[in-house]
């Protein structure tokens, strides 16, 4: 049986278990708090109870996303991880199509705000084929593709923590942004999820890194896709907007579009921090954020 408990795991997830707990003490949240119209934006990135570490019925994310006002919403939940076994880190390949059916119900079955089919998956050397192949079975409506694993090791995983111990992190930030380069030419993603995951502990290399992001985003760029604008890292040990200024604004040198997530957890997550996002994009100069359909991009005017 799946726990209900929300705990933090080898995601980008912000603490679900602490948010919902903040919620019920009756913190407002975040977003209305901001006093901000979110008509016009999107959150890309929902999770739901299937992989094991998120709370809440798909229903409640919807309801919390009308209320904010989003046009749009995304489930994007996490796929079957198929390079180990754990089942608080992701759904399992049974429950694929479950998840599919239950989004696209949902989406049949709702108006006021868009809902669209996604799913994270991992990049993950030497699986790409394979994941290419259960993906094609499907229509989503996107496909994000995130980094957590460098080499099988979890880095975002507060349970694995101690593995930057003693790492020389240039190497590290190196090979991160090595294999980010590679899941963008991999063909199997329309958006990159929080692209400069890395920095979620805080564990920061001294030397440069611009060349790391630069060359990593040459490579984003020729492939085509997006990278997402995720919130999830205000609430994180690095408490800042995943990717960080610098990175945008390498991103907007070479026209690489964006799309917009709070990587919820919980219901009362979605459009978290979106105050925060929107003026970063707008201090960075983008005029634009990415919509999916059908594996499609659009772009459209981020609101005024
Ligand atoms: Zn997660
Ligand atoms: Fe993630
Ligand atoms: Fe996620």
Known sequence: MRSLVAREKGCSAPAAGKAASGAMRGSPPSGILEGMDMSGLVDYHLHTPRCGHAVGDLEEYVA???????????????????????????????????????????????????????????????YVERTAEILSAYAFDYVMGSVHFLDGWGFDDPRYVEGYRGRDLYALWARYFQVLGDAAESGLFDVLAH????????????????????????????????????????SKP???????????????????????????????????????????????????????????????????
């Not at 085509?224 to 890292?233: I, M, P, R, Y």
């Not at 579009?257 to 919980?266: E, Q």
């Open 64 to 126: 919390r996303a009308l209320l904010l006002g989003l046009s749009e919403v995304g489930f994007s939940d996490h796929f079957p991880l198929l390079h180990l076994r754990d089942s608080t880190l992701s759904m399992s390949l049974e429950e694929l199509p479950h998840y599919v059916e239950e989004v696209n119900h949902l989406a049949g079955s709702v108006s006021g705000v868009r809902v669209r089919l996604g799913i994270e998956v991992d990049y993950v050397p030497g």
């Open 195 to 234: 692209p400069d995951l890395i920095k979620k502990f805080g564990y920061r290399p001294l030397g440069d890194v611009t060349p790391l992001y630069e060359s990593c985003l040459d490579r984003v760029a020729a492939a085509g896709l997006a990278v997402e604008v995720s919130t999830a890292g205000l």
């Open 238 to 304: 690095v408490g800042e907007i995943y990717p960080g200024e610098e990175f945008l604004r390498l991103c907007r040198r070479r026209e690489i579009p964006v799309t917009l997530g709070s990587d919820a957890h919980s219901p009362e997550e979605v459009g978290r921090f979106y105050g925060a996002a929107v003026e970063l994009l707008r201090r960075v100069g983008y005029t634009e954020i990415a919509f999916f359909e059908r594996r499609r991009m659009k772009l459209a005017p981020l609101p005024a």
